[in-house]
């Protein structure tokens, strides 16, 4: 179960998490969120520089049967992208939480990660759907 | 939500259980590609059980079925099925069909399990004074559809019977495993295959057979994803998407199931006028230039993005091609347009109309 759910992420009620190191936050979506699109066939990622506020989409994860916006857990510059999914989006099933991650974005407001959920509230709301 | 008599097996099989128009079926098991696949290669077995059925008989039950749909089952013999739509009399397509002729004055008719019960009053409503005795037996059956290449050879080591000489829409009534069944060479994904008409509580012992039949071939049961890549890849229209009662035959490139020779039939008046006329828009392929899906509703361009000219209606990825296909109603003077652009979440990318089907299997020599 906790790999589903590793303890050392934050999480949104969107199934975003995110990795924090330093200044920078990691972004992707969770165990949760793959498994309900099913395969993933595209994704769709904004270009490094962006600037985001948190809650802004900054792009769609796509399976056959659905199409799914990704929000911003943060505000901050986007500063490096997952070049890898864009030919290899089923990475996104198989490893969602390690090499699928999307996005990393510099910090403009660290007090933003004070409304991400921890693990354990997140497998919570998880458990609770 | 309701449930098929083959639920359990679905539960059983991994399915991966959705509300599918008030409908508990699996959209999946082993997965939406894999399931794809096994029918354009190999074959797949599907539960649609959700589909309705009716009869039609009596005397006059011939002219009844012609007055009501718009194609000619006159031209049937017995043990033939035909495909159709049925129309009111503005041309708009009340629902899709196939028509199944067991003789001049029993027929037997499977219907869109969303309009069951719509096409059933339909068909009360327009009896007039044909001697015809009507009965919704849906939940008589249920209906197992499988298909692919080794459909046919699948299907002959479960009955230890050669349907090589059962020509396509051509139907047979038999016993299956015990139980009298309607078997047709029919079906929704553009491959070879039968749809398996079956007592409601036979279709857990048929399927199981298949699938021990069929596994050590490859055979895999399949969902509701898989149905929805098949059939768009073959340009078969869904009703609901591509074809709705504010939608006419003409337009939507059914004018093949168009007999408008019949003397008379529901929508005959209007049809003719929108023929003369000329359609305003066409149910057109498109194949996106980009790895992105237009989904129904998503508004198509001009390739500037300037004018908007359709609107899409279904659209997926295609398993068989790796890209995005999607049928559209395209205003008529821009159907030759060479590069269109749809709008997808507030963004144009870049396609082209193509002919379709998008995908045809290869016929045997």
Known sequence: ?129 | MKKTPLYQVHVDAGGKLVDFGGWNLPVQYSGIQAEHQAVRTRAGIFDVSHMGEVTVEGPDAEAYINQVITNDVTRLVDGQALYTVMCREDGGIVDDLIVYKRDRERFFICVNAANTAKDFAWFQENRGQFRVELKNLSDQYCQIALQGPLASEILAKLCQQDFSKLGYFHFLEMPVLGKPALVARTGYTGEDGFELYLPADHGTRVWNALMEVGKPLGLLPCGLGARDTLRLEASLALYGNDITDETNPLEAGLGWVVKLQKPAFNGKAKLESVKAAGVKRKLSGIRMLERVIPRHDYEVFTADGTKRIGKVTSGTLSPTLDFPIAMAYIDSQHTSDARISVKIRDKFYPGEITKMPFYRRKKEV
């Open chain 1, 1 to 129: 179960m906790d790999a589903k759910f590793p303890a050392d992420l934050l999480y949104t009620k969107d199934h975003e998490w995110a990795k924090v190191q330093g200044t920078t936050a990691t972004i992707g979506i969770t165990h949760h969120a793959q498994d309900a699109l099913g395969e993933i066939v595209f994704v769709d990622l904004p270009e490094v520089g962006r600037q985001l506020k948190k809650g802004d989409t900054f792009g769609a994860v796509e399976s056959i049967k659905a199409v799914s916006d990704l929000y911003s857990p943060v505000s901050g510059k986007v500063v490096q992208v997952n070049k890898d999914l864009s030919s290899e989006p089923g990475r996104i099933n198989s490893d969602p939480y390690d090499s699928a991650w999307m996005v990393k974005v510099e910090l403009a407001n660290p007090s933003d990660l004070k409304d991400l959920l921890d693990a354990k509230a997140y497998k919570g709301l998880v458990d609770s759907l």
